[in-house]
């Protein structure tokens, strides 16, 4: 049988058309690698093809094939399978039951334009562009005096790059509502709100957020919904995408069908180059408004600031010093919520993440949070609703902590500032 296939295939070269048709590949499981503890190991696994979900002192949580996860334990490595969860459904483009509290990109929209009509001198709803599928992309403003542009330090938040990463939205929402409530009335938020203007994209990747619950089911989906031409394959990772150091070094695929795939050039992902543009028009007389940035993912407690691309804690443009502050302020916002403070790439190497762009092309104090919880088997990115309140406040401080210190981030080494 194997010999007629053979002298067939070899004879008769079978035209694509006559092809018997071929089944889907199995589809990929979640699985918990245990003993994996340092950076290499974890950047090898990810090279490899695997997906890294989320990240323990000593173990990985990957989602693989049957034929990664069989590679992987042919190289020595324990896989154990973890079960996959089933919310039950309450409708498509709704979240599932025990999942109501998260917003929706509508919900969303609704909620942020009633805290700008309750807060009309604090609160600003607009937007820096259109997603593919042309959702306009939120951003908020919120100061004392929202509609004139001061002359004080400016700070970003920005949320759900990644699609499944939902908890992010709830934080970027809490930010917004906090800050807005506690105005003349919380002693530390007025001087706050009233000394920076702060900035808030609560859904980077709206798109790839609604697809993710299109069905009324997760569907465990990280990337935008931007089909790559020339490939049947849909979705850029958003934050392999940003244009410093892209692609150099690993750290992201150059395969669409990847979780991590980099897109076809720098900025080529209308999400990545509209928030870009808008970062690049703060730079206002040279100088760059915004001081000091975080972008909310989840899961996994960290705190993590770049560079990525490179375990060197050192690199273009980020010197000792500078890299000295980004640990300070990293492990004082850690001291604060009890995440695990390191440099990004101590967890894997990453080519074009946000973080290493906002540092590169505009000195930002950017770091990347990743939330609540810390394995799969806590929910991973799809904790129920019920930890909303508690795990978007338990980052109260280290938000308050990187406003405060955003007049100069570096006098928390007891450095002084050259910039404003
Ligand atoms: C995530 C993990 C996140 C990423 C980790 C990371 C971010 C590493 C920035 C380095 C820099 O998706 O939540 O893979 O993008
Ligand atoms: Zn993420």
């Known amino acids: 049988m194997v010999m007629l296939v053979g002298m067939l295939t070899l004879g008769v070269p079978l035209s694509a058309t006559a092809q018997p048709p071929q089944p889907p590949p199995p589809p990929p499981s979640t699985y918990r690698v245990v003993g994996v503890d340092n950076a290499a190991a974890r950047t090898a696994i990810a090279r490899q093809g695997a997906e890294i979900l989320g990240i323990g002192r000593d173990f990985l949580e990957i989602r693989a094939t049957p034929a990664q996860a069989e590679q992987l334990r042919a190289g020595g490595l324990q896989l154990v399978p973890l079960p996959a969860a089933a919310p039950i459904p309450v409708g498509p483009g709704k979240f599932p039951v025990g999942y109501q509290g998260y917003h929706t990109y509508a919900q969303l929209t609704d909620e942020l334009n009633a805290l700008a009509a309750a807060h009309p001198n604090q609160v600003a709803v607009s937007s820096y562009g259109k997603s593919v599928q042309g959702r306009p992309l939120l951003l908020v403003k919120v100061s004392d005096d929202v509609h004139t ?55 980077v990747n709206p798109d790839g957020a609604e697809y993710d619950i299109a069905t009324g089911l997760f569907a465990l989906w990280r990337k935008n919904r931007q089909p790559t031409p020339g490939t049947t394959d849909v979705g850029t990772d958003t934050n392999r995408n940003w244009g410093d150091e892209w692609a150099c070094c690993g750290g992201s695929s150059a395969n669409p069908g990847s979780d991590a795939y980099h897109g076809p050039a720098p900025f080529s992902a209308p999400e990545t180059a509209q928030l870009r543009n808008w970062v690049n028009s703060r730079v206002i007389g040279g100088v760059q408004q915004i001081i000091a940035h975080i972008d909310f993912h989840s899961f996994s407690e960290l705190v993590l600031w770049p560079y990525g691309f490179t375990t060197d804690a050192t690199g273009p443009g980020l010197s000792a010093s500078d890299a000295a502050v980004f640990r300070k302020l990293g492990e004082a916002m850690a001291a604060t919520n009890g995440y695990t403070p390191e440099q990004s790439s101590h967890l894997y190497v990453t080519d074009g993440s946000i973080g290493d762009w906002m540092w590169a092309q505009h000195h930002i104090w950017s770091y990347t949070m990743e939330m609540y919880p810390t394995s799969l088997t806590q929910g991973g990115f799809y904790p129920p609703a019920t930890v909303i309140d508690r795990e978007t406040a338990r980052n109260d401080k280290a938000v308050d902590l990187l406003l405060d210190y955003a007049d100069c981030v570096p006098r928390i080494t007891g450095a002084s500032c050259s910039r404003p």
């Open 149 to 203: 542009d001061k002359r004080g330090p400016e700070v970003l938040f920005t949320c759900a790059q990644h699609a499944r990463e939902h908890l992010t939205v709830e934080m970027c929402l809490h930010i917004v509502k906090r800050l807005a409530q506690g105005y003349g009335t919380d002693p530390t938020i007025t001087r706050l709100v009233r000394s920076r203007e702060v900035w808030v994209a609560p859904m």
